[in-house]
């Protein structure tokens, strides 16, 4: 059986990339749901916060202007989908407004435990990297 991750504000700002000001304005709007831990503080679940940081990322929300820096090799994000095959993988990680689609083994998916809603970095390594600035 599988426990349900849960996100604080800040973290869950990092995976989206944006501020913690924003994340909670966003809550307050209604637009991501909070809840209460342990703690009595506001977390956000795995799951709601794979599907709005998907939503965020095609609905191009840029609150928080863009950035206007090449991308880093390393994108850590939130797992958003999982699909298994008999041998092969693939995951799918939403870095703030990056998409990021992995081939693997099943092994390895297993072995990392991924499933959607839980932080995972992505790192990327290429031999061309292409740069744009708005």
């Known amino acids: 059986m599988s426990h349900m991750q849960s996100y604080s504000i800040g973290r869950a700002a990092r995976l989206l990339g ?3 000001d924003t994340v909670r304005r966003w809550a307050d709007a209604g637009r991501i749901a909070t809840r209460r831990d342990d703690a009595d503080r506001r977390v956000i679940d795995g799951p709601a916060l794979a599907a709005f940081s ?5 609905g191009g929300t840029d609150e928080e202007g863009a950035s206007y820096t090449s991308a880093r090799n390393a994108f850590p994000g939130i797992v958003t989908a999982v699909t ?45 990297v292409h740069i744009d600035r708005p």
């Open 54 to 58: 998907v939503e965020v990322a095609q």
């Open 84 to 128: 298994l095959g008999d041998v092969a993988a693939q995951v799918e990680i939403q870095a703030g407004p990056h998409r990021l689609v992995s081939l693997l083994t099943r092994e390895a998916v297993e072995e990392l435990g991924l499933e959607v809603g839980m932080a995972a970095t992505a790192r990327v390594k290429s031999t061309n």
């Open 18 to 20: 944006v501020s913690p």
